[in-house]
């Protein structure tokens, strides 16, 4: 029975993500497109100008979003494939069996190429689509090798387009990841809560992420990296901030909230006018003078205010956050300022035979049943070829749209199936109605009109393909049927009625393909849960080994530790969202599953606020034998919940042997540094803190036995 979750996952299909809007990538992949069809117009070959206008179009849309570096190694990678579908599709229409066998083999590895990565996975499935329509109108090898030269150009014709926007376009999509990481840092101090948390740390993953995979010139690059890492360091002072404003009961005594809360008030529009000049500061631009200005007085007026604290009852405690936050806004500054600031540069990434390696193993370590991507990839070969098979045996006349519905919507999870089929079928309505309207309505002997269509259907195509996928599909559609129109020189509205109908076909075989063999998500949850609580853990043993080095750990470590966090965490919560929507009801409660990330969260956050402990200097002392073995207890229970969450049992039980729950010593030094509460000093309180998340997950998820000693928490 279908749940309501999954009815109201459906509100996807009329979402919109306002950032998402690519206007400036959608105008140059337009041009891209405009170029090859004018000189088609003007030529007198039109056809082979919208050969080329292909090979843009799929370049264009492998090259919308990323790093230069990134979205150039991808358009060449989509250049080549597209040119070999191309010239195997054209080559291979010639016989029925076969272009089904090699329909359903390209569909197969597309879904395979999601292995690599998501563009990956993208582009084979444009080429696929590709060899499919080409497929209809046969050719033999000197057309074939011509018609792959064709998109080859246009490929290359978009990469050229792109490195010239680059070249004057007025910041780079690395500057632009790190403008948004200050955004989000804003946001999260002016509203600090678990979502503006969770959008922080996917921003930082991404900054991250865009400055490994860089060509920019070395010294813009460096000031990139010392903005983010500037970011980082002071996003824990911040989060230590918003543990004592959200007045949580392990740091209500070590600050006061209303205090802190105002602090982060006056920080926020701080961090969003770093944001707004990040490409500034990066080119060393005078007119981010002013910004280095502003950052210098902050620091100076926090500082101030951080004296005016001391000996005043909770606020001194706060204060020495707030000048932990002022001397990193000063170093920051004086980094930036300064030419010969000592940042490093993150690690590059592997050599490109390294990479095809990596590739490669990705691909075999995927060649199993157990694979989520290996069924995808059966599932999607299984929908083209018996969509092909069913187009070339029908004496439908525009039946190859069956197979092209089946591809596009098919994705290796139920809810973006589910949701993309609905959005599929309303926005490719939508598009064959609008575009068969325009060339009903408009005469058009020349093309003129028909390539001025392709020019804008393309651009919003390019604009809507993260906005809105019902948008995305309307324009695809309507872009499509401009370019079939040419070739095939039919009347529109006569083929709107079966293209309608072969949609509806082709997204009834994609849905009933994957519900006859599904792949559903809660079954993959648990490993992604049992990952977030694995890399918790090993943030843990990483800021502990702080105080056991005497509180000179290595920086760059735990650096690496968060941001494994960051991303094991974010991609729990995408996973629990998907298994919410999901009409089959999981094993593992929903109640246990968000449990588990708000403690995992609650966790990581009082973690965070530890270490901004450790490097402020005020937690610089190892840890006592109770708090040791209150730690080392902690340790035991997170490796218990990853171990019983990798063994996929819908009931969990957290350390199921008991023995953590009997260790009555443990309990007796909780409880013991309980009755010393206002005594105790961060360390401490932090560590039992750590203690009662872990108690309360068990509690809340029902796992802990009957007879667990149960101590009593301050919360």
């Known amino acids: 029975m279908i749940r309501r979750r999954t009815w109201r ?54 090259g919308n979003a990323g790093t230069a570096r990134r979205r150039l190694r991808t358009m060449l990678f989509a250049t080549a494939w597209m040119s070999v579908t191309t010239f195997v599709g054209a080559l291979a229409g010639h016989r029925a069996w076969l272009i089904v066998a090699v329909a359903a083999l390209g569909a197969w590895l597309a879904g395979m190429m999601l292995a690599i990565s998501q563009p990956s996975g993208q582009v084979g499935l444009l080429a696929t689509n590709a060899l499919i329509l080409i497929s209809t109108s046969p050719e033999p ?58 959008d922080l740390a996917a921003s930082l993953v991404e900054a991250s992420d865009f400055l490994r995979d860089s060509h920019m010139p070395k010294r813009h690059r460096l000031r990139l990296v010392r903005l983010l890492d500037g970011a980082e360091q002071v996003r824990m002072y911040v989060v230590a901030l918003a543990e004592i404003a959200r007045d949580r009961s392990y740091a209500q005594e070590l600050g006061d909230a209303a205090f802190a809360r105002d602090i982060l008030r006056q920080c926020a529009p701080i961090f969003s006018a770093l944001g707004e000049h990040v490409w500034l500061i990066a080119q060393g631009d ?56 000592r940042t490093s540069l993150p690690e590059g990434l592997p050599s490109p035979a390294s990479k095809i390696k990596q590739a490669w193993q990705a691909l075999k370590s995927h060649l199993t049943w157990d694979s989520a991507i290996f ?100 324009a695809l559609t309507a872009l499509t049927v401009v370019l079939l129109s040419v070739f095939e020189r039919q009347a529109a509205i006569p083929t709107m009625a079966d293209r309608m109908l072969a949609t509806l076909v082709g997204s009834a075989l994609a849905i009933a393909i994957y519900l006859m063999w599904p792949t559903w998500q809660h079954q993959q949850v648990n490993r992604a849960l049992a990952q977030a609580v694995e890399r918790e853990r090993d943030y843990f043993r990483g800021v502990l080994g702080v105080f056991a080095e005497g509180g000179k750990g290595s920086p760059r470590r735990l650096a690496r530790e968060r941001q494994a966090v960051r991303v094991s965490r974010t991609n729990a919560a995408a996973a629990v969202r998907q298994v919410l929507a999901e009409p089959v009801a999981p094993p593992m409660s929903a109640h246990t599953m968000v449990a588990i990330l708000l403690g995992m969260h609650r966790f990581s956050d009082t973690l965070l606020s530890l270490e901004a402990y450790t490097w402020e200097g005020r937690a610089a002392r190892p840890l006592t034998q109770g708090e040791q073995a209150i730690a080392a207890w902690i340790d035991r229970a997170l490796s218990s919940l990853a171990e019983e969450l990798r063994g996929g049992a819908g009931e969990l039980a957290i350390d199921p042997s008991g023995k953590l729950w009997c260790e009555r010593s443990v309990l007796v030094h909780v409880e013991a540094m309980e009755m010393n509460w206002r005594e105790l000093d961060v360390i401490a309180r932090a560590v039992v803190r750590l203690y009662h998340v872990i108690q309360t997950l068990a509690r809340v998820t029902h796992e802990m036995a009957a007879d667990a000693p149960q101590a009593a928490s301050p919360e």
């Open 141 to 198: 090898l000197p057309g074939a090798l011509y018609r792959a030269c064709l998109v080859a150009c246009g490929g290359l014709l978009q990469m050229a387009l792109m490195l010239a926007v680059d070249l004057v376009r007025p910041q780079s999509a690395e500057a632009q990841s790190v403008s948004n990481v200050y955004r989000k840092l804003g946001a999260y101090a002016a509203s600090p809560s678990r979502q503006t948390d969770l």
């Open 9 to 62: 996952s459906l509100h996807s299909v009329i979402e919109r993500d306002r950032t998402s809007l690519r206007v400036l990538p959608g105008l140059r992949n337009g041009v891209g497109i405009l170029v090859p069809l004018v000189w088609g117009l003007q030529s007198g070959h039109l056809l082979s100008g919208i050969g080329v206008a292909v090979g843009a179009l799929v370049a264009g849309f492998a």
């Open 375 to 474: 069924r995808h990839a059966a599932r999607v070969a299984v929908a083209v070829g018996v969509g092909e098979a069913l187009a070339v045996a029908s004496p439908w006349p525009h039946a190859y749209w069956v197979p092209l519905t089946a591809n596009i919507i098919l994705r290796p999870d139920f809810t973006s199936t589910f949701t993309r089929g609905i959005a599929r079928v309303l926005g490719t309505m939508a598009g064959l109605v609008l575009a068969t309207a325009l060339l009903a309505a408009v005469p058009d002997r020349t093309g003129i009109f028909a390539s001025a269509c392709i020019v804008v259907f393309g651009s919003l195509m390019y604009m809507w393909v993260t906005y809105n996928y019902t948008l995305f599909s309307c």
């Open 286 to 341: 005078k007119r981010a003078q002013p910004l280095m200005y502003i950052l210098e007085r902050a620091s100076f007026e926090l500082s101030a205010i951080a004296q005016s604290a001391q000996g005043v009852s909770r606020k001194e405690d706060t204060a020495a956050h707030i000048e932990a936050v002022a001397r990193s806004l000063m170093a920051l500054r004086d980094d930036l300022v300064q030419s010969d600031a």
